[in-house]
């Protein structure tokens, strides 16, 4: 087990009025329990506000939770600090969804891509040289890290997140929608990188995403989220051939008919669509989130908050009428 | 007669660096009630060539050549721009940002209220009354209090709701709808998109609808052109290209999607990025990407050829 987070949460406080006193919080992550093992690439799943961005976050520490803990190879680092805190940074990694926001629009592509290491105590010169040696594993040519952002295309500009992430050899690598602000043709390429990469590095990933055409391609186990709480969670060919939260159903049929000509017949999905739209996480409905969206809802989903129930192995689902609900 | 056609249509960006050639040379016919998708990637030409066709080009864009055609009468061409009286009421325009097309400072009422009264000359009663109908036909379920809200109180698939509306009150001819549901969620998107191909269905509207997406193409759209570097490089009935994609751009986009229930190791990818479009590639301008490039494919640019009566493709492949 690489990381296991339990009964995690992160609410951030909303301030207001004249002394700016905390008036109400955002629960962005409300209780949420996720074990990875080496070698998952496990994909956290949901719409905007669903918390997936700042579990990702959480994960890794790159937020201190409100309640509940992490553990990172069998440690706790939900308080690290110091030396603690730096080999944990030197394990993990992220990438951010627009590389344009996420690198120094000043500095140079190589400047940026070997500042981890020289942060650290390397030496520039060497650093640098390893830059090099990594910016031609993920195909960028010397000639590029010599530029700034603005000057590479966006598939390059993701090329140079990757190295940044990657040039520690760290073992865990969030990816926060590491394709969303690129083209279909580049997002194929950036893919097949990231599956390259894992290999070669023996890597653990995080991805969190909105789009299932991603996860079905490359994450083995999925969670999918729905403000602040895990509704389902599983290997991913459960998940996509028999799904059995309201939520997870209605995410898989709103995915354009065109992707299920592919699949033969295999997987089908009845067409689902919730109504309205998300709540807003300041103030999620009492008992089950997603009953006021819900085709299915009965009485005790509006007083009582299901809990996550395992269906079979490795699958858990928090509905209050699974049993009922097979696509 | 169609009720758009767009005959070889250039618009160029003059701009410090170079002149940028975003759209080059387009042609393309839109009949009554024929849904018409463009789909191309960033930089393609396909919102300059929407913005073209509403004659909203902006310095330093300018149209070079070529002309735009609507109901029979040349209305933008460089010679002119004449699309004002129609713009808001014959045709009309949607964006991907529901939020900046609707004025912050004015309730959803007022503004489409305004809209029929300026363009359909009725007074403020009868608008208003119009406006509750409108809102119920996008499906909001409470209208009579998204009349009174202003735009930041709607959520954005709400407020894409209120764009539609409007869009549709002046019961236009012609409706540009480019990306109208990149910005949503996935749930919301699939239910936007359900609402639109209903109601431009049942009203019998023409629409240019311009997207990344093929899958978005292929839920709505009867006939896609599809363009690459300012140029159109394949058309035909959407379901056409999906089954039997003809230009090598077509069948490399189709093919780098990834799909469910198909587990690949490799996606297929097209290697390099799209031309610049200050100074894009001689001949063929896919060419330096293209598998099956041929000798001539760098040197003579191929024109888009009729093979069936709906299927157009300009590739030296076919001959």
């Known amino acids: 087990m690489i990381l296991r987070l339990k009964n995690i949460g992160k609410y951030f406080p909303i301030r207001g009025g004249l002394l700016s006193r905390v008036v109400g919080y955002v629960k962005a992550v409300d209780g949420v329990d996720l074990e990875v093992e080496e070698g998952d690439t496990y994909a956290i799943v949901g719409e905007s506000g669903s918390g997936k961005t700042t579990l990702g976050k959480l994960s890794i520490k790159l937020l201190d939770p409100t309640f509940g803990s992490i553990e990172f190879m069998g440690r706790d680092v939900t308080f690290a600090k110091g030396k603690e805190l730096k080999d944990l940074r030197r394990s993990t990694g992220i990438v951010f969804q627009d590389p344009y926001r996420s690198l120094h629009p000043r500095k140079k592509i190589i400047d940026i891509v070997s500042e981890p290491l020289i942060i650290n105590g390397q030496d520039p010169e060497e650093a640098h040289k390893i830059a090099i040696e990594f910016a031609s594993m993920v195909g960028l040519t010397k000639d590029l890290l010599y530029k700034y952002p603005h000057q590479l295309s966006g598939g390059q500009r993701q090329r140079a997140a990757i190295v940044r992430a990657l040039i520690y050899r760290p073992r865990l690598i969030v990816l926060d929608e590491p394709t969303s602000a690129l083209d279909v043709s580049t997002q194929a390429q950036i893919l097949n990188l990231l599956e390259d990469l894992k290999k070669e590095f023996k890597l653990t990933y995080i991805l969190i995403t909105h789009n299932l055409q991603i996860v079905y391609h490359l994450a083995n186990k999925v969670a999918v989220m729905y403000l602040g709480k895990i509704v389902e969670k599983g290997p991913v060919e459960k998940i996509f051939e028999s799904p059995r939260h309201p939520y997870t159903i209605s995410l898989l049929s709103s995915i354009p008919a065109i992707d299920y000509v592919f699949s033969g017949g295999k997987i089908n999905i009845p067409r689902i669509t919730p109504t309205g739209e998300p709540p807003s996480p300041t103030k999620p409905p009492k008992g089950c989130r997603f009953h006021t969206r819900c085709p299915f809802v009965i009485d005790i989903c509006r007083r009582e908050e299901p809990t996550l129930q395992p269906v079979e192995k490795d699958h858990y689902v928090a509905c209050h009428l699974w049993q009922k609900i097979n696509a | ?319």
């Open chain 2, 1 to 319: 007669m169609p009720i758009l056609e767009v005959k070889n249509l250039k618009i160029y960006y003059f701009t410090p660096s170079g002149i940028v050639k975003a759209v080059d040379g387009v042609d393309l016919y839109i009949e009554r009630g024929e849904t018409r998708c463009i789909v191309g990637e960033s930089g393609s030409g396909k919102s300059t060539l929407g913005m073209g066709i509403a004659g909203l080009i902006d310095h330093p864009g300018r149209i070079v050549d070529g002309e735009v055609i609507f109901d029979g009468k040349i209305v933008a061409s460089k010679n002119g721009i004449y699309t004002q009286k129609l713009l808001g009421r014959r045709i009309t325009l949607i964006f991907q940002d529901p939020r900046s097309a609707l004025n912050p400072v004015m309730t959803v009422g007022e503004q489409i209220s305004e809209t029929l009264q300026h363009n359909l000359g009725l007074d403020r009663r009868e608008a208003y009354k119009i406006a509750y109908d409108l809102l119920r036909k996008v499906e909001i379920p409470d209208p009579e209090r998204v009349l009174h809200s202003y735009p930041h109180e709607l959520s954005g698939g709400m407020a894409q709701r209120v764009v539609i509306a409007i869009a549709l009150s002046t019961e236009p001819d012609l409706i540009i709808a480019d990306e109208p549901t990149s910005a949503l969620d996935v749930t919301v998107q699939a239910e936007i998109l359900r609402l639109f191909r209903s109601l431009v269905k049942s009203g019998k509207r023409s629409v240019l609808f311009i997207t990344h997406d093929l899958s978005v193409a292929l839920e709505i759209c009867d006939t896609t052109s599809i363009m690459y570097a300012g140029k159109i490089v394949e058309e035909g009935l959407t379901r056409e290209i999906f089954e039997k994609p003809l230009h090598p751009y077509t069948q490399a986009l189709l093919s780098s999607i990834p799909r469910i229930g198909l587990k690949t190791e490799k996606l297929m990818s097209i290697s390099g990025e799209p031309p610049l479009m200050i100074e894009p590639p001689k001949g063929c301008r896919f060419h330096p990407r293209c598998p099956f490039k041929l000798e001539i494919c760098d040197k003579q640019e191929p024109i888009l050829i009729n093979l069936s009566e709906t299927r157009r493709v300009a590739c030296h492949l076919y001959k």
